[in-house]
T-cell receptor, first 111, second 114 residues
Framework: SQQGEEDPQALSIQEGENATMNCSYKTSINNLQWYRQNSGRGLVHLILIRSNEREKHSGRLRVTLDTSKKSSSLLITASRAADTASYFC???????????FGKGTHLIIQP | GAVVSQHPSRVICKSGTSVKIECRSLDFQATTMFWYRQFPKQSLMLMATSNEGSKATYEQGVEKDKFLINHASLTLSTLTVTSAHPEDSSFYICSAPPGTDGYTFGSGTRLTVV
């Protein structure tokens, strides 16, 4: 079953602007991960944040995690046309090994 | 880094026929592989987990007889969609257990049943 909800479901911004996507989840987690999917392709792992971490950076990416609110956000700074893709949060909790994905945010960067 | 090779990338088959999708771990051994399904403009849903040397574990609501999963070796897992129907048309993606960070995904298979 779907674990998380992302918002917004779709986001269109101008190149150079920052893009923020949010994700909420329902159960306890070991970590939360963000993935990017270009149209019709596989998923690329972007960043993983553990349940005992609150913020993590990787290049132009910044992820936050609030376990009390069961939510996470992904910030992409200085967006580029190549960032156009769908972004999914995913969680792996308890004894399960497979990932439970959120519904995703479709990001469009206008040149 | 870890690479998972998935084939075919696209397949069109006639209703009633079976289709096999392969996922290979190229530079590592995987005792487990995860299979997901994705409908257009929707998220990924975990279908089942293949386990080398034992039966696959299916998620609730996934038909075991329709989606046959076999973990033939430490580098190969296959998903066979049997007696395919148009409603089985979807994007199927495999994934290997996590390395240092996230999971490694195959490039996906677009199945169209006509």
């Amino acid at each position: 079953s779907q674990q998380g909800e992302e918002d917004p479901q779709a986001l269109s911004i101008q190149e150079g602007e920052n893009a923020t996507m949010n994700c909420s989840y329902k159960t306890s987690i070991n970590n939360l991960q963000w993935y990017r999917q270009n149209s019709g392709r596989g998923l690329v792992h972007l960043i993983l944040i553990r349940s005992n971490e609150r913020e993590k950076h990787s290049g132009r990416l910044r992820v936050t995690l609030d376990t009390s609110k069961k939510s996470s956000s992904l910030l992409i700074t200085a967006s580029r046309a190549a960032d156009t893709a769908s972004y999914f949060c995913a969680t792996r909790g308890g004894g399960a090994d497979g990932l439970t994905f959120g519904k995703g945010t479709h990001l469009i960067i206008q040149p | 880094g870890a690479v998972v090779s998935q084939h075919p990338s696209r397949v069109i088959c006639k209703s009633g026929t079976s289709v096999k999708i392969e996922c290979r771990s190229l530079d590592f051994q995987a005792t487990t592989m995860f299979w997901y399904r994705q409908f257009p403009k929707q998220s990924l849903m975990l279908m089942a987990t293949s386990n080398e040397g034992s039966k696959a574990t299916y998620e609730q609501g996934v038909e075991k007889d329709k989606f046959l999963i076999n973990h033939a070796s430490l580098t190969l897992s296959t998903l066979t969609v049997t007696s395919a129907h148009p409603e089985d048309s979807s994007f199927y993606i495999c994934s290997a257990p996590p390395g240092t960070d996230g999971y490694t995904f195959g490039s996906g298979t677009r199945l169209t049943v006509v």
